[in-house]
């Protein structure tokens, strides 16, 4: 074979190559077009998982920022992964400030060795939570363990619900209980009391008509009035214990505040005391007795003026306000807060102010806030009282608004 078939039969293959690598490099476009579908369908669906996990996470965020119990989620060392925004509002932080830290910064009389060895052994784990004072709230804290899909623990989960209403209903009751034990023993006494005091003012009277001594008749005159001082004590006390049922009607209570009021103002004046009122935006009915509301009203107001003997400032105001009853459904009261920056009430009179016959004045009955409390314990309604911030006394009404939710016109202050 020459050179010159030995050159053609080098093309020939060579053109043979060609045509194979072509074929070769055709096949490998179409194997690459394919997976280029694949890959952009695999893309496609990978957006759209991402998109319905992104939207599925922003849904279950906003469940977190919508609730109305405070959510703080930590690690297994009790350090701050999540807070959400009811919890950020009980504790006064936000997110971004605590994460990382321990949850006992948010408490201060909670340490850390505390959040270990109680809170983190299952001691929340129950029915009963455990109760603690922040910010002024009483809060209810319940944990749970947080756990991966392998089922092993990675943190905590506490939920923080707001008692505090629920609390001051209690404490009512309490109170209400223990009133009518007291009711019923104090009633007794009282009559037994009577009788023989009127036998004394009787036969004083006789005496004091027979001494012919003008000494000896003063001397009988101060058992007189001892007497009659008494029996006004008494009077009081029956007064306390005596059960009325109040009239169910329809009270306009901006009306009766601003009446209130306006009857407080000589004595206010005189006393160097101004006076506020700021109501909610319309008039607001509830359902009682308007002379026992009155009553109530001027009695809370009275008791403010005393407490500012150096002059100071009563603000009274009202909201609409509700809270979860047990076995019931939302109910919506209205709030008639009594603020004085007085002289205040200690923390050891606080639990015995509504106690009868207890009073920090002298002169005084101390029954005034004991028939207060059972004036509104008949109308189905409560009081609570706390220290002012910074200095004072707050009392706060709750009032069930009325069924029919009829308004009247606004009336001017």
């Known amino acids: 074979m020459n050179d010159l078939e030995v050159l053609q039969q080098s093309f020939a293959n060579f053109n043979k190559a060609t045509s194979s690598l072509q074929q070769a490099y055709a096949d490998l476009e179409l194997k690459f077009a394919s997976i280029n ?40 060392a009790g350090n701050i992964e999540t807070v959400n925004r009811c919890a950020g509002v009980f504790t006064a932080v936000t997110e971004k400030e605590v994460k990382g830290k321990h949850i006992s910064l948010l408490f201060e009389d909670i340490t850390p060795v505390m959040w270990q ?22 809060l209810e804290i319940f944990g749970s363990p947080v756990s991966a899909r392998s089922g092993q623990t990675i943190g905590t989960v506490f939920i923080m619900r707001d008692i505090s209403r629920i609390e001051k209903l209690e404490d009512m009751a309490k109170r209400t209980e223990k009133f009518a034990s007291m009711g019923e023993m104090a009633a007794n006494i009282a009559h037994e009391i009577r009788n023989p005091l009127g036998s004394i003012e009787l036969f004083a009277s006789v005496l004091m008509k027979e001494m012919p001594e003008e000494r000896d008749r003063e001397r009988v005159a101060k058992i007189l009035t001892s007497v009659k001082n008494m029996d006004n004590k008494i009077s009081n006390l029956l007064l306390f214990t005596k059960t009325n049922i109040p009239r169910s009607e329809c009270v306009n209570v901006h009306a009766l505040l601003k009446e209130t009021l306006s009857f407080s103002k000589p004595l206010a004046k005189q006393g160097d005391v101004s006076l506020a009122f700021s109501p909610v935006e319309k008039d607001v009915l509830v359902s009682g007795d308007e002379e026992m509301l009155k009553q109530v009203f001027l009695n809370l107001a009275l008791n403010a003026l005393q407490a500012m003997p150096e002059g100071g400032c009563l603000y009274v105001s009202t909201k609409i306000t509700s809270f ?90």
């Open 37 to 76: 579908r694949e890959l952009e369908i695999k893309n496609l669906e990978l957006e759209a998982t991402i998109a319905a996990k992104e939207d599925m996470k922003n849904y279950l965020q906003n469940i977190l920022e919508s609730l109305t119990n405070g959510v703080i989620v930590t690690d297994l």
């Open 117 to 138: 060895n109680v809170f983190f052994s299952g001691y929340f784990q129950g029915e009963a939570g455990h109760k603690v004072k922040l910010q002024g709230r009483t």
């Open 324 to 413: 979860d009853q047990p076995r019931a459904s939302v109910t919506p009261f209205l709030e008639i807060i009594f603020a004085d920056n007085g002289v205040g009430i200690s923390e050891e009179n606080l639990p015995k102010i509504f106690d009868p016959f207890f009073s920090t004045r002298e002169g005084t009955s101390g029954l005034g806030l004991a028939i207060v409390h059972n004036i509104l314990d008949m109308h189905k309604g409560a009081i609570h009282v706390e220290r002012g911030r910074p200095a004072g006394t707050v009392f706060t009404v709750l009032l069930p608004l009325w069924e029919k939710k009829d308004e009247l016109g606004a009336q001017p202050v």
